[in-house]
C-alpha cells in the first residue's frame, strides 16, 4: 500500500495467483491502492471529519429492476468557534477489476455540502443508487475528495459487500 499506484500491477498478478485464503488480504490492498489514500478521517485544526460507515445492497425496485443503494455516513465535529463546511468534490466506487464514478451533487445540480456548527458533532448520510453492475459478494471502497479550510482532503470507507436484500 505505501507504494502506492507503482505497486498495483504486481499486487494484481499476485492477486489473480493467489491461493483462495490469501485473495482477500491482496484485493484489499489492491482496493486502498485504487481509493487513492488509506485515510477514514482526517483532522485539521480543531475540525475533524470522518467516513463512519459504508453498506451496498442490491435491491429490487416496484418494477422488478434490480439496483444497487449505497450508503454511506459521514460524522463530523469541531471545537472552534466558527462554522465548518465539507463540500464532496469527487465520489468514486472501486472493486479490483473495476470503478464507478457516483453522482455528488443536489436535486438541483448544487454541489453535495453540509455545516458543521461549533460544539455540535454532526452526521450524515450520502447515497447513490446505481444500475447492479456487479454482483452480491463483490468487495469494494468507496473514495472521496472533500473540501474544508480550502484544502481537498482524500478519505476512503471501509471495504464493504454488495449485500442482497431481499
Known sequence: MKKGTSARSAVAKAWDKAAAEKKARYEDVLLRIDAGGDLTSVTVGQFTFQVQECAWTQELDKEGKAHLRLKVVFQGSTIGESAVTVTLAKATFYTAKDKLGLLI??????????????????????????????????????????????????????IASIEKKD
Open 105 to 158: 451533487v443536489g436535486s438541483k445540480g448544487e454541489a453535495f455540502a453540509r455545516t458543521f456548527d461549533p460544539m455540535v458533532p454532526r452526521m450524515f448520510e450520502y447515497g447513490s443508487i446505481v444500475p447492479p453492475r456487479w454482483p452480491p459478494g463483490t468487495r469494494g471502497v468507496a473514495a472521496f475528495d472533500v473540501e474544508f479550510g480550502g484544502k481537498k482532503h482524500t478519505l476512503r470507507s471501509p
